[in-house]
């Protein structure tokens, strides 16, 4: 039986790398963009497993487990007049009736979902108000504003989950630094939490471009109060950064001025690459839980990077090269080969480590010549692991699908907890504290009564300062005591770093 996964896509930056992962899904499972299978991918003959990430309409023809969502219709409207647009179910289309938008402000895109009183903004004409009752009229409308959108989303979301036979989870797109992908996002994850508590919460969060000046100038306020759910909410989080997508494009792939396509291609790759295992199921990483599992041996310490090789995009695809199983798993250890920039100092970046570590091979490979590879880059050290938890690479065989020729016979995609990730977040922390030293923009965030007094971002400043000092502690052959002995670093069942916890909480 599947597992299925539905995918969410929010707000600009998800819905067009959704857009990029379906129509690589297509490619890989021999479906046609209206759905049909080709003539040529005869169902079931490829040993793969459609049902996880698609379900058959009456007529037979495949539709994607997906959820299309944005407050301004521009993407999504050009995703309805593409050759894909049969390919999606039009009910799980939500375009706010408003459409225009978050405004780029995390306040926003997250206010106009919450079901509150009070929390809409309105604008004059339609407010009215009685001597008698002057604040009542003005509540009972923002109520129902809010409750519209609210319901709206979660009907979608309960039909699509009402029609899993086993629903393993949800794999949500988005990006941090805009209004809507932070913001709705950000409800989605706790929404997600609350009503499907027992259910896995995947995400590929793409982060801004850390070297370059920013259209959004609350981007740094959009980044930590988005970090702040994605520590609490989500079981998992890919990390992509636009820094090293960009570097990677320029360096790697020789390409002078990267699209947006381009770069959304990488990530549309990582995407389809991290989920080959469930959809050509081996006898291990069957399921979105064995490959977490695995992966992440301690709750709040679950922010993933990947590193994929070789890469290439269209205009590239003819390229050969020789690629064997100890090239592939030695270049995808490279820090070029990366899709996040940690940013650190040469003596930051020596002490940072591995906590672990499992590659994804792709094509014809020879079992033998995996355990050869490990002992070699065993041999020369080529990997820094934590020191309390086992030191090793797992890996997965994964085979290619048949319907997609490429010109290389092996590849690999490299999913890692590494410590020196937390140097993302410093950075995110240290343009936060920025504007907020400065006051600027705040205005943007008071107008919602959520920041009436800003302890939300106080709140958020905090707890990533605590995500931080645990990635740092994890460096350190005495993590396993970190949070016991020293009660300042004891933390509790919401992610803060006050009170008493149970250490099981910590290091299960």
Request: net charge negative; proline share 4%.
């Amino acid at each position: 039986m599947p597992r299925e996964i539905i995918t969410l896509q929010v707000g600009q930056c998800g819905n067009q790398i959704g857009m990029e992962f379906w129509k690589q899904l297509c490619l890989e499972h021999g479906i046609s963009k209206d759905g049909i299978l080709e003539e040529y991918a005869t169902q079931g003959g490829a040993g793969d497993r459609k049902d996880v990430f698609f379900y058959q309409a009456d007529d037979q023809h495949y539709i994607p487990r997906a959820l299309l969502m944005d407050l301004e219709p521009r993407v999504i409207n050009g995703i309805q007049a593409s050759e894909y647009r049969d390919l999606y179910n039009q009910e799980n289309i939500f375009i706010s009736s408003d459409g225009g938008g978050a405004g780029n402000n995390w306040a926003s895109g997250y206010d106009q979902v919450v079901k509150s009183i009070g929390y809409w903004p309105l604008p004059p004409s339609t407010i009215t108000l009685t001597p008698a009752t002057p604040n009542l009229t003005l509540s009972v409308f923002c109520h129902q504003v809010g409750k519209h959108f609210e319901e709206d989303l979660m009907d979608m979301i309960d039909r699509e989950a009402d029609g899993s036979d086993s629903l393993e989870g949800f794999v949500l797109c988005h990006s941090i630094a805009g209004g809507t992908g932070s913001g709705m996002g950000s409800y989605l994850l706790e929404t997600l939490n609350d009503h499907y508590s027992k259910k896995l919460v995947q995400t590929y969060s793409v982060f801004p471009n850390q070297n370059e000046t920013s259209d959004v100038v609350v981007q740094p306020y959009n980044s930590l109060l988005t970090l702040k759910r994605l520590t609490l909410n989500a079981d998992c989080v890919v990390v992509l950064d636009n820094t090293a997508l960009n570097r990677i494009a320029v360096e790697r792939l020789h390409i002078q001025n990267p699209t947006v396509s381009e770069t959304n291609s990488l990530v549309s790759t990582v995407m389809a690459a991290s989920t080959t295992t469930l959809r050509y199921p081996g006898y291990m990483n069957n399921d979105l839980v064995g490959i977490l599992a695995s992966l992440i041996p301690t709750p709040r310490c679950h922010f993933l990077m990947a590193g994929y090789t070789p890469l290439t995009v269209d205009r590239q695809a003819n390229m050969i090269r020789k690629t064997t199983v100890l090239d592939v798993m030695r270049r995808l250890l490279q820090t070029k080969n990366m899709m996040v920039s940690c940013n650190a100092r040469a003596k930051q970046a020596s002490l940072a480590k591995y906590i672990s570590i499992l590659n994804i091979i792709q094509g014809e490979v020879d079992p033998t010549k995996v355990h050869e590879s490990l002992q070699r880059i065993r041999e020369r050290k080529l990997v820094n692991f934590i020191e309390w938890g086992p030191a090793s690479i797992q890996v997965a065989l994964s085979r290619k699908s048949p319907y997609v020729k490429t010109s290389h016979r092996v590849s690999g995609l490299m999913l890692a907890s590494y410590t020196g990730i937390r140097h993302l977040f410093a950075k995110c922390l240290s343009q936060y504290s920025l504007l907020r030293k400065r006051q600027a923009f705040l205005d943007k965030y008071k107008s919602f009564p959520m920041f009436a007094d800003l302890s939300e971002f106080d709140d958020a400043k905090d707890l990533i300062d605590s995500l931080v000092d645990e990635y740092k502690a994890c460096e350190s052959p005495d993590y396993i005591k970190w949070g016991v002995e020293d009660p300042d670093n004891i933390l509790t069942d919401d992610g803060s770093g006050m009170g008493l916890a149970d250490p099981t909480y910590q290091f299960a």
